[in-house]
């Protein structure tokens, strides 16, 4: 995967405007689950979420 594509749990590509880094909440950024990958971040440990709001 590169970096800009977007990961499974990823509500933006990076660098998109209004956006920031965040850590996983199903793997609380340690990018395993259950002795595995975590599915949400695919291992990264982090999401790219909107920041912000009305």
């Not at 599915?39 to 440990?45: A, K, R, V």
């Amino acid at each position: 995967m590169t970096k800009d594509e977007i990961a499974p749990g990823d509500m933006a590509p990076p660098g998109a405007p209004g956006t920031g880094e965040n850590v996983c909440p199903d793997c609380n950024g340690s990018g395993q689950v259950d002795g595995g990958t975590c599915p949400t971040c695919l291992g990264t440990g982090r999401l790219i979420e909107g920041v912000g709001g009305a």
